[in-house]
């Protein structure tokens, strides 16, 4: 497996990456505990113009001021009070693109992943959704504008590729409020992975 580097994350086609992110591995090393996820779930964001987007309109407030960083960097956030999301940050400086990864399959340090979700791994909401994907795998606010090329968390190309046919695209969840722009089909999953978040087909 290799790492991802930057100039991946720096490309601003947001709708590619974040379909060529699934099959990708996420890890973390939390307090010298590794675990990983194959990537099965994502949701695109484009930014300014995306009424969906934190960054809407160019908003640039303390907790947004992550999605302005260049490619290749985390930006947390806390979700109804309760649970931390996990997003990657895309293209050019300034320009607040970003990929949510609502979903992962268990891939490394599964006993670890298993208690922290008090749950056994063929309990496919283990890591389904993205409040349970960063429960999995450690991620909590800590993780905020981290550089994804560094040694806490980071993506691998493990050469798994997927074709037009095995990926899915309806629209993305929980984002009523942004009209019309709810309706874009800019939610991809994995159609044969067990561990895809619920939500409409």
């Not at 940050?89 to 693109?97: L, R, Y």
């Not at 629209?171 to 009209?179: K, L, M, N, Q, S």
Request: net charge neutral; proline share 4%.
């Amino acid at each position: 497996m290799t790492k991802l580097k930057p100039e991946y994350y720096q490309n601003p086609d947001v709708i590619f990456l974040a379909q060529d992110l699934l099959g990708k591995i996420l890890l973390t090393n939390k307090n010298g505990l590794l675990t990983a996820g194959i990537i099965t779930e994502t949701e695109a964001y484009f930014g300014k113009e995306d009424k969906a987007s934190h960054a809407y309109g160019g908003r640039r407030t303390l907790r947004t001021e992550a999605m302005y960083q260049p490619g290749g960097f985390s930006y947390i956030y806390l979700c109804y009070g309760i649970h931390y999301l996990f997003n990657i940050v895309v293209s050019q400086e300034d320009d607040p693109k970003s990929i949510l990864v609502r979903s992962v399959e268990p891939y490394l340090g599964i006993s670890v992943i298993e208690k922290r979700r008090d749950r056994p791994v063929s309990d496919k909401a283990i890591s389904s959704g993205p409040g349970s994907v960063c429960k999995a795998l450690g991620i909590d606010n800590t993780f905020n504008k981290k550089f994804l090329g560094g040694d806490e968390v980071w993506i691998e190309d493990a050469g798994l590729q997927y074709g037009i046919d095995d990926i899915t695209s309806p629209p993305r969840i929980g984002v009523a409020y942004a009209e019309e722009h709810a309706l874009l089909q800019l939610r991809f999953y994995l159609k044969n992975n067990f561990y895809v978040s619920k939500g409409k087909k």
